[in-house]
């Protein structure tokens, strides 16, 4: 299966991912290879196969109490936030 | 014999019996780090200070009679994906640098709980996506055995460090065979345990349902000692195993493989495995048999569709777990005079992250876009449950399975950068026991003419480190390949 350039762009921007044209250009030949590749698994009847998500049966999920508790305070927080403004994270405008 | 060529549980008698302080062995490991990491370059930080501070606490400790276990001043490392707080974690990426966690992840508090010194953060792969540890945005690891060789990865830093004796264990995690592969090609013993076995909280996500902690030491006694304080329920993360954790260490004193079984696969033991590879594991195996195990051929017809399930359910995982790294809440940020908010998250990732992790990005994006998810990643999680089956009928006949840890010893750096699909199928034994959340344990068995390590991987039932232990054990009884040293490298 191949993926071409315009594909791969497609892809990029579903990831917010910006590609230089070369990087687009060598990514439509690596996926097309690794997709080829992966194509062998069609090679498999999985027609009644369940799938799998969890490898290890986990008997229970459980949920804790619904109690609050001490949480990371704000400043910690946002002590790695590229810009803040009070106890917020400060972004560019959303509104284009 | 220097201090830095004792095993874990050599050191630790002697701290016990005081015939070596904590703040002694924390300076030999420091010096050494200093005098070959150079050349090697495993760390990514030393915390001279931290660490010093700590192996004074433990001597304090220890004096007031007070040691809290075998871990108690001993002086461990982490791969730079565990969070540690107050101190950068990087995550090998670019997207992270300069991130200070506020918090640290459980394995890091356990440790330090038991007393060991933190040294510091280790060499990866970007986000743990990789084979060579040549991914790292900060330069690649080299393999002590043979500098212009790869350590293999992504644990390369965790596995180089113990190779070269600048720490006494190491923590790093297996996704794919990145404990098992890197202790493989650098001679070290490395174990990823049982899917759950020990918590996820505070370790930086790659694919949420196959990334798994593991330690790395030289003996498989090292290993058990470690994993036995890092393993065990944590209420921080709902997929960790809510099983008891047996006294692994206490069960090796007598570890015996007379009466068990031990399955061979024979899809591992053909065209494209390295001659000399081969050789060494055979050798191992009939040593095994020596020893009283009975060898059983066994088939685990699913293994060529392994690197293709993993490639597609590891990618889909890791587009969703990096969807976080936005520019909003840490790590790199690129934003434009004018710019939007839209354009910060495209400038921001395409600048923070490195080639390959966004090949796998976008392979993930791909295999869960609309239209193609039933076609790939569904598909690959119905093959999972396949190969998951073929782990299953094999177990019904045999204790543990043993095989080959990779078809090949250490590559040379740069070998196969330009060819991301041959660097994949380089896992191909590795993958399957993480698809089907297996343990799985590599001991080194030998060397090749050139004198690079091979690995011997060991097999076991879901939850049953144990055997997994038990077979390393006695091997690593009547062998000494898991004591030989790289000759001394200078910095």
């Not at chain 1, 497609?10 to 990831?15: F, I, Q, S």
Request: with cysteine; net charge negative.
């Amino acid at each position: 299966m191949a993926l071409n350039r315009e594909q791969v762009e497609h892809v990029a921007k579903l990831a917010r991912l910006s590609l230089t044209t070369e990087e687009a250009e060598r990514l439509s030949v690596q996926l097309t290879q690794i997709l080829d590749y992966v194509a062998k698994l069609q090679e498999l009847d999985v027609s009644k196969v369940e799938p799998t998500t969890h490898s290890v049966e986990v008997a229970s999920t459980p949920l804790r109490d619904d109690v609050p508790r001490e949480s990371l305070p704000v400043d910690e927080a946002l002590a790695n936030a590229p810009a803040r403004d009070g106890s917020h994270f400060s972004v560019p405008r959303i509104i284009e | 014999m220097k201090i830095t060529d004792l095993s874990l549980a050599d050191l630790s008698r002697k701290l016990a019996a005081k015939e070596v302080s904590a703040v002694e062995a924390t300076r030999a490991c420091l010096d050494r780090i200093a005098a070959v990491d150079g050349a090697i370059h495993a760390f990514l930080l030393v915390d001279e200070a931290g660490a010093l501070a700590q192996a004074r606490a433990s001597d304090e400790r220890r004096a007031r009679g007070e040691a809290r276990g075998p871990l108690d001043g001993v002086p461990v490392a982490l791969k730079d994906l565990f969070c540690t707080k107050g101190l950068p974690t990087t995550c090998g990426s670019r997207i992270l640098e300069g991130f200070v966690p506020p918090y640290d992840s459980t394995h890091v508090q356990r440790l330090k709980d038991a007393g060991a010194v933190l040294l510091g953060k280790l060499n990866m792969d970007e986000f743990a996506m990789g084979s060579s540890n040549e991914n790292s945005a900060f330069g690649p690891c080299h393999n002590p055995w043979d500098l212009a060789r790869t350590t293999g990865g992504s644990s390369g830093g965790s596995a180089a460090a113990v190779a070269a004796r600048m720490c006494f264990a190491s923590l790093g995690t297996d996704t794919g065979g990145s404990i098992r592969q890197p202790a493989a090609l650098t001679g070290t013993t490395g174990i990823k345990p049982t899917y759950g076995r020990c918590s996820r909280y505070g370790v930086i996500a790659f694919a949420s349902s196959l990334d798994q902690v593991g330690p790395f030491a030289r003996t498989v006694e090292d290993c058990a000692t470690v994993l036995q304080t890092i393993a065990g329920r944590d209420p921080l993360d709902s997929t960790s195993l809510d099983a008891p954790v047996p006294d692994w260490v206490g069960g090796l004193a007598n570890a015996e493989v007379k009466g068990m079984r031990l399955g061979v696969p024979r899809e591992y033991f053909r065209e494209g495995l390295d001659p000399d590879v081969e050789r060494c594991v055979r050798a191992a195996l009939r040593q095994l048999v020596d020893l009283g195990a009975e060898l059983v051929e066994v088939s685990l017809p699913h293994t060529d569709y392994g690197i293709a399930t993993y490639y597609l359910v590891a990618p889909a995982e890791a587009s969703s777990n990096l969807a976080r790294y936005d520019g909003v809440r840490y790590g790199l940020s690129v934003r434009e005079e004018g710019g939007g908010l839209r354009e910060m998250y495209f400038r921001t990732r395409a600048a923070g992250f490195g080639p390959e992790v966004k090949r796998r990005i976008m392979i993930g994006t791909y295999a869960l876009s609309s239209g193609y998810y039933d076609a790939y990643y569904l598909r690959a999680q119905k093959v999972r449950t396949l190969i998951r089956r073929d782990f299953e009928a094999a177990f019904a006949e045999v204790d543990a399975i043993v095989a080959p840890t990779t078809p090949m010893p250490a590559f040379r750096l740069g070998e196969r950068l330009d060819d991301p699909l041959q660097m994949y199928l380089g896992d191909v034994f590795a993958v399957p026991a993480n698809l089907a959340g297996l343990p799985g344990m590599s001991v080194p068995c030998g060397f090749t003419a050139q004198d690079l390590p091979v690995g011997l991987q060991i097999l076991g039932r879901p939850l049953d480190e144990a055997s997994v232990f038990r077979v390393g054990a006695a091997y690593q009884r009547v062998t000494d390949w898991h004591l030989r040293a790289p000759k001394e490298v200078a910095s």
